[in-house]
């Protein structure tokens, strides 16, 4: 029985708050969540079940994980939540971009974005990310030669921030990507700060983690700018994203995008599009080092489905086992392991009471590991995801890319991107750990990284 069956029968008496611990100490709470937050959230969720309450201080949020839940707040009733005061923490780097916005405004930048995004078009992306990642493998033949070691994870952010920059807005950032990946590394370590700071201390006020961040955005900024600008200056015809977003028109109004907004979309694209599907990458080629029985069906497949020739699109349904040790990176390192919401109104789960101006916290983290949904969590096991078995699971027991209207809209592109570059590795070469022993820990940030990086050696496949 789900959940929220169990609480239709609570219905008729008056809801009760979910139970939870009570941080006394505001300064030190955020700090020991800090220190370990998915340890903490798993620590909440065996003390107090799928609905938690903590009180930090004078602030109470809620923390929700079981799969009903989720579809609830996602989907049934997404109207009674926005993304509320903890998401918009990030909007002093990314504005009021379509990851931050809400309302009608969000609608309106969410339908003039969306045509970039259709099937086809992505599958016309197809190309530019097969060449992108067939430059970086050309490159990496030096690495084979001498048994070199190298950081994995740097050269998937590497790739995706090229691919993202060619293929929404037909620019290579390569010359600007160590410089953008490193203010961004800067950025987002101290907005993740601020997500745990009770109270952040307004970016002028000059603290050493402010002035760094001002210099990493305005470093950001400039990359961003520049990327605009080139192309207003350009005057051609590119029929990317940023084609869209410079071509839109308010229906009411006739005027298009300020610099301001056109900085904001950009600034968002470039930051989900492309840090996400780099962990993503990287934690895949970590969890093949650890499983060597998977990489070996992994690399059959490819021969099989491939052999030495380029993937395309068209290849997919073939790469069907590639796409299960994807979907099961995804469940175990959720580049994004939780959603921060707030609730409009009161609201009811099951027996509890949701307050009305309450931050909620989705936990996809333990939604993917919901002992319920997930025997033996904790094992890489791609079988999973063999259609058959996926058939059957809870919709929102499997949520990498959110659900409802908020749904990641770089879903389709994320996979075709993870599936292609897969395969080109495992074509190339051989990717073996430095060191097979070591357990890699999950650094939270915005997103979840391989903490100090999953540095290999390879050789020639
Ligand atoms: C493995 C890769 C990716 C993962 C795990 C991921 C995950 C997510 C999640 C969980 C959300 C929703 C967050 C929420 O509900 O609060 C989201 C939203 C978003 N993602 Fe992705 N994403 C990925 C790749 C991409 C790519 C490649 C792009 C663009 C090219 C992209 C662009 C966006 C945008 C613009 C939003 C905001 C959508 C809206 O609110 O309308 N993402 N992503």
Known sequence: MHASEAGFR???????????????????????????????????WRAYGDVV???????????????????????????????????????????????????????????????????????????????TAGEMLDAWSGAAATGEAFDLAAEMNRLTLRIVGRTLFSLDLQESAAAVGRALTDALDIVTQRFFTLLPLPLWVP???????????????????????????AGRQHGDLLAMLLEARDPDSGEGMTDRQLRDEVMTFVLAGHETTAVALAWTWYLLGRHPEVEQRLRDEVADAVGRRTPTPADLPALRYVRMVVDETLRLYPPVWAFGRQAVADDRIGPFRIRAGAPVNLAVWLTHRHPDFWPDAERFDPERFAPDRAATRHRFAYLPFSGGPRLCIGNEFALLELVLVVTMMAQRYRIAPVDPDRVIEPLVRVTLRPQGGVPVRIRHA
């Open 10 to 44: 609570h219905l008729e008496t008056a809801p009760i708050d979910p139970p939870g611990s009570l941080l006394w100490n505001p300064l030190t709470a955020g700090r020991d969540m800090l220190r370990d937050p998915l340890g903490r959230l798993a620590a909440d």
């Open 207 to 233: 603290t050493s983690p402010n002035r760094r961040f001002v210099r990493a955005r305005r470093a950001l900024d400039e990359a961003v700018l520049r990327i605009v600008g080139e192309r207003r200056g």
């Open 53 to 131: 309450r903590l009180r930090i201080g004078p602030i109470a949020y809620y923390g929700l994980s079981h799969p009903d839940h989720l579809q609830h707040v996602l989907q049934e009733n997404n109207r009674n939540y926005v993304k509320g005061p903890i998401i918009a923490r990030t909007r002093i780097l990314i504005g009021d971009g379509l990851f931050t916005s809400e309302g009608d405004f969000w609608r309106r930048q969410r339908r003039l974005a969306q045509p970039a995004f259709h099937r086809q078009r992505i599958g016309g992306f197809g190309a530019t990310m097969t060449d």
